[in-house]
């Protein structure tokens, strides 16, 4: 079993940084892939970007590629998701997800391949 818990949204201006962090509990947490994923308003829960349990492959919807970056530490059971130049558009509920332990999964922008989940943290953007 694993349990996700996300920090570090919040209020920043377009152009502006932010870096959420997940935190996972559970000795199994390094064998899995791990994602995060973004909700807005009235919108479909969307793929944002994936890392492998090992961190060395990653994998980026084109709306944030070039500008978020997705990291883990794996001795500290987290997950990172940098994210630089925000857009209104990346307003949205943000949510951590483990699953999956092929690093060919992370190439599935799915929800359904996520087992965990987290309870999401909230990142708006102001123009």
């Known amino acids: 079993q694993v349990q996700l818990v996300e920090s570090g949204g919040g209020l920043v201006q377009a152009g502006g940084s932010l870096r959420l962090s997940c935190a996972a509990s559970g000795r199994t947490f390094s064998t899995y892939n791990t994602g995060w994923f973004r909700q807005a308003p009235g919108k479909e829960r969307e793929f944002v970007a994936a890392?492998?349990?090992?961190?060395?492959?990653?994998y980026y919807a084109d709306s944030v590629k070039g500008r978020f970056t997705i990291s883990r530490d794996n001795g500290k059971n987290t997950v990172y998701l940098q994210m630089n130049s925000l857009k209104p558009e990346d307003t949205a509920v943000y949510y951590c997800a483990a699953g999956g332990t092929s690093w060919r999964d992370i190439y599935s922008p799915s929800s359904a391949a996520y087992a965990y989940w987290g309870q999401g943290t909230q990142v708006t953007v102001s123009s």
């Open positions: 890392i492998s349990w090992s961190g060395d492959r990653t």
